[in-house]
């Protein structure tokens, strides 16, 4: 029976990853004192079990099996310090009582996985009934989490229970005997065969035990474990299961990976909570409050204890109105809104992510069984002082700095790996070559991509080499061999870049597609300027890049024609890349700087001046030239007038105008202080006709729409006070004699400007701060001076 000694072993039906069940798990065993405990989980992970006592073990931890010929098909089985299993498993260790796992072993269970993906569509598969919810829904509540804690969760052990801590097992268990009648499966088809293979594991301990053991398992599969069958009727079920090589071991896990959200199918909707529940010694809500209040103190929120002391006091209130035993999650979460949050779900958000569900990431010992690469890899870790962590934070790397470059070779050879552990971010120095940002987070399924990368090498650096060397033979387009060649610099991998520079070579004589030569050279042009930094040999390099760009030199004039205008706005970035690799060229390939800056040049002038050149092409090559001073703006104002002339087409115009000021840096403030060009695109914005206006309207929009509010709002007040007088020029231009611009003075007012002066040396650090100038720190009291 479940949850009494009366006949037959002790069945304990639980809820994974429920501290109400892990709780009445330890005292039920407490009172049975079985000789064997028998847990839901794959046979082949007995080994790993002893490990479970080890100090270094720290929950939430994950068994982790991976299939031998093919590591990227795994599977895992977590535990948390609240799961009842993993309860089970600690107090058998704890006693020298034995512990195994009795579940479908996973070389057929990830078999079958493999099988049913190929096999079944998603859409045809039966969706799962959540037996909690049911219950939910039949006990007239409409949140299976609230039922569950006010049945389960806020029960309190020994508080006058007829049969001690196995009532609420039989309970539980009758309740899933009338779902298991009503719903069959519940759209588990795999159940049958798997409660098959646990009833023979049954039987076998019976042989040994007799009935003095307990089996603790999901609470669904109890009815099934009670149901008489005949050994050969469930030898039949599991006959001709497909099977596969699997290899187990233990890895850590995360709180956030137990959510249910997170699409684990067994997951809870608050790890973090319910770890809590299990934890406190006493007073939950209490505990809890004071956990919030420490959090949102942590992130400089005003929270005093007067605010700790008044939530538990709504979140009891509450409790009380709604008929609730304890005060639950809901109602904690109501009184921290209220109280501590002041009625804003931003802050409770932030305790929502950390608290309720936890950032908790668990840790596994050494001696736990793992592939070379993941050895390594940990290894690495741990020299670098470069910890994983379940929280995203972003890093900071000096490459200048030996440890830092170190950092950064191991992530960009792990990304070659296809190991996302970090990925590269913007940050305050990434604009440097000396510097790089990165955004760091450890997920769980890592472990799984380590086994995977596993076959190309037993160290990082191995596996990273042997990877690209592959990766140049299969690649098929040119540019993913420019950028595999920037990552062998990156990721520091000398071995493979010969190999790679060959795959270049033949890639770049073969392809004559200027696109392809233009989506290429900005990495090869990178790569130079990293190659540089690392102290790395790229002359072959540089000499594959100088061909290219001579190459886009010569084709892309042709190229920039007869272009629709999603193809054009396409070749306009690749006209933007192509300048800025030129630009890193010229300082990297000294020998040929000159004339390819030169024959760049000409192509550009060509292409502003061919009307068959698409506008929003023709209007960058005129911007490009303008900002690296090789047009002045009086030619930029002729080609713009040119551009916006009334028999060029109002959507022509508009690509143009897109080219000039739209997409660039500065565009915005090139408009603010040249008013020759501001008057001349507010004029013939005027003159577009009526029926025209709404076609080149959302090209418009999203020129003007990517500017600055501040660069907007000056452009505005321009526009309302009109055109600058006769012969004006605007700031950006040489002043004309006596003439002046809307908004500025005639001439220079040097005391006004000097005035200026003290301050601007003050800010700069330039002085010392004079001694008689009062203090504004707010610890300074009132009266005294700095």
Known sequence: ???????????LGVRHHGPGSARAVRAALDTADPRAVLIEGPPEGDALLPLAADEEMRPPVALLAHAVDDPGRAAFWPFAEFSPEWVAIRWALARDVPVRFIDLPAAHSLAMEADDASQEEPDARPVPVDPIRVLAETAGYDDPERWWEDVVEHRVPGSGEAAGPLAAFAALGEAMTALREAYGDGGHPRDAVREAYMRIQIRTAKKEFGDDFAVVCGAWHVPALLTRTTLTADRALLKGLPKAKAELTWVPWTHRRLARHSGYGA???SPGWYEHLFAAPDRPIERWMTKVAGLL???DRFVSSAHAIEAVRLAETLAAMRGRPLAGLSETTDAVRAVMCEGSDVPLALVHDRLVVGTTLGEVPDTA?????????TRQQRTLRLKPEADERETELDLRKETDASRSRLLHRLRLLGIAWGEPATGRGSTGTFRESWRLRWEPELYVRVAEAGVWGTTVLSAATVRAESDALTATALAEVTALAEHCLLADLPDALPVVMRALA???????????????LPALARTLRYGDVRATDTTALGEVAAGLAERICVGLPPACTGLDAEGAEALRRQVDGVHTAIGLLAGAVPSSADGLRTRWRAVLHKLTVRDTVAGVIRGRAARLLLDDGHLDQ???ARLMGLALSPGTPPADAAAWIEGFVGGAAGGGMLLVHDERLLALVDSWLTAVPADTFTDVLPLLRRTFSAYEGGVRR???????RGPAPAGATGTGSPAGAGATAPGFGPVLDA???????????LLLGLDERPATAPAHHDDTPLGETA
């Not at 029976?1 to 069945?11: E, F, H, I, Q, V």
């Not at 073969?510 to 030569?517: A, E, I």
Request: hydrophobic share 45%.
């Open 506 to 520: 033949d890639r770049a004589a073969l392809d004559s597609d200027v696109g392809h030569l233009a989506d290429a």
């Open 369 to 377: 069984p793992a592939v070379p690469l993941q050895r390594d890899l």
């Open 634 to 636: 009086d030619a930029a």
């Open 297 to 299: 103190r942590d992130e």
């Open 267 to 269: 997951g809870i909707e």
């Open 1 to 11: 029976m479940t949850g009494t000694r009366a006949a037959g072993p002790l069945l």
């Open 751 to 761: 005391a006004r400007a000097d005035a200026v002066v003290p301050v601007l040396r």
């Open 714 to 720: 000056t452009l505005g007040d321009l526009v309302r």
